[in-house]
């Protein structure tokens, strides 16, 4: 039995072939069938130059060097190119090569719209307000309207190549263009012909290198959240390295600030975690996202909830979709959610700060518990 994804507690598939040492066995097999070869010739007294004559050692000796050269390069042989590749190119470019092949397939989808942020800060109203504009953002969604045929792929990338790209985009990724097309078939089941498609998943933005070069013309949303509130909103405890990562960028950290990674730790400081999470979050979105130039576009929570019209008005004009008509009923917008950070404890509320800042300031919060904007916020069940 497989391990499950994290992200979404779906079985992971083999990593390749029927069976994961697939690979080394063919190498053996090989191995073993050409050592066979040359002792079976050697052994055979009437081969090409018979064994009696004057040269009869002569062939068998050359047959035994090239299989024992033949069985030492199958030992040592590694794939080099995943499959993809279908052009030959200099080292270091076949991870490059391999991604923009899988762009090329996935492009017939047309652009989709990328929704990310630090968990908990309010996506699943921006999602549904795509929705209303005739966004399809996937067949197979989560309670918070996470995409999780996305979410697996993401997670992969995250796992094994997360935060330093280097050897992806020089080495490739063998199971990755099988990862890829399946996760975005899958997410398209049921779409409208014709409807513009996207996906909401927090954790996008730690690995948008990555899917921005398998969506070359994506559009990126980066949905931004005072990083106080975020952190006294309760999260998943990061005891696997995935969250981990998505933590601290640091799958293999032990501990932090002396805490260890176990659900007690995160019990009893979980604003603290959060508040490390927001930090790594919002950086890695911003600093990842504002390479994509004009396609980059950040959105202000409490802006969004204090103002759905002219923010939903903000994002059609990006998009190029005609702005929605936001009924009352489809959206439940509660008084007073912006701004619960001020109801917590002082002394958590100076160690959370001590974390957040300098970030908290770059992006526009004060830091002070005199904060900014603070009308009007979506209710618990769009905190996503």
Known sequence: MGERYQSTGRRRPAKSGPFAGQGAMLRVVGFAALLGFAVLYWAWPNDLVPDKSRYGRTDDVAV????????????????????????????????????????????????PIILYNASHSGSRLLTRILAEMGVFMGAHLNDSEDSLDMAELVEHVVLEHAPDFSRLFADGDLVLEAL??????????????????GWKLCETGHVLPVIARLFPTAQVIHLIRDGRDVAFSPFVAPKHRYWRKIYFSAGELKSWRGLPMTQRAYRNNGALFNAARWVNSVTLGRGHGLMLGERYLEVRYEELVAQPHAVAARLAAFLGLSAPDLRPDAFSIDVGRVGKWRTAPPATLAEVLQLLEPTLSQFGYRGSASSAPADHSDDESLDG
Not at 187 to 197: F, I, N, V, Y
């Open 180 to 197: 890829a097309l399946n996760a975005v078939e899958s997410h398209l089941e049921g779409r409208p012909p014709g409807a513009r498609w």
């Open 64 to 111: 035994a060097f090239a299989s024992a050269f033949a069985a030492a390069r199958i030992v040592r042989y590694r794939p080099r190119s995943p499959a993809g590749v279908r052009r030959t190119l200099g080292r270091g470019a076949l991870g490059v090569q391999q991604l923009d092949d899988i762009a090329e397939t996935i492009a017939v989808h047309g652009a």
